[in-house]
């Protein structure tokens, strides 16, 4: 059960109207590494958490203030909606030069969501369920939030350079500051997974289920060999198995055929050659 606090984690007010900041803030609420899609997998991996509880609690906590900065991100994009010359900006955006760079004010703002934020990126592409990862084995789902948060973070540092607005900067300000610490816990407990369970996912597939010839190869599938100089070519594996480098590609074994299709299907027929 949730309930609301009818006050925002950090203020949310900008200093001036700007529909063009408005449609880029959508980025950050409902494109694939929005907050959208950050409290929606945390809540799924919550809700799915099986018999450990300190994890259970620790993706619920990050997903209940996920839902809070997604309330801020929209509250602030209505804020710059707010007394905003929609006229002028659609002036503006007759200049080629402009609209070429800045693309406009997003139509929909207007038309479709009164001047209000929506669940769709910064060129209007609804949210999809499909941005969001939630396996049911908790390492491989805190590797995918460390990728989740590490992009969020990455766009929001991005916008920060767009923008002299004191109170949109304040805002991202806050939200760099949370994505630093959630990088931080999900690296920790990444850690402390690997240490009781390995590197590698599933801990539950046996190394005898795989070909252990070439799981620790690096093939050179490119031209040169500077690949072969990271320490992903030689010395111990994360996995405390060695390393090994192939100057060559490989492997290789059959050559691809198939055999002739029925002729149901109407398929070109076999053996005919131009």
Known sequence: ????????????????PDPLFAKKLQEILGGQFGE????????????????????????MDTATEEIGHVEMIATMIARLLDDAPVKDQEEAAKNPV????????NPQHAIVSG?????????????NAGYIVASG???????????????????????YEMTDDRGIKDML??????????????????????AKEGVIVPSTAPPELEKQNMSHVLYNFSEGEESSLGS????????????????????FTEEQKLKPAPPYTHNTLSGVTE
Do not use: C
Request: hydrophobic share 40%.
């Open 115 to 127: 001047l209000g934020a929506m669940p769709v990126n910064s060129v209007g592409v609804p949210w």
């Open 173 to 194: 300000s806050f939200l760099l500051t949370r994505d630093t610490m959630h990088q931080n816990q999900w690296l920790a407990a990444i850690r402390e997974l690997e």
């Open 98 to 105: 402009i609209e070429s760079i800045l693309g406009g004010m």
């Open 36 to 59: 959208i899609s950050v409290a929606m997998q945390y809540l799924f991996q919550g809700w799915n958490t099986r018999g450990h509880d300190k994890y259970k609690d620790l993706i």
């Open 1 to 16: 059960m949730f309930f609301h606090k009818k006050v925002l984690q950090n203020p949310a007010t900008p200093e001036r």
């Open 137 to 159: 084995n908790l390492l491989a789902d805190f590797r995918a939030n460390l990728n989740a948060e590490s992009q969020g973070r990455l766009q929001v540092a991005r916008l």
């Open 232 to 251: 992903w070519a030689s010395g111990q594996a994360p996995d405390g198995a060695e390393f090994q480098y192939s100057a060559e590609p490989g492997p």
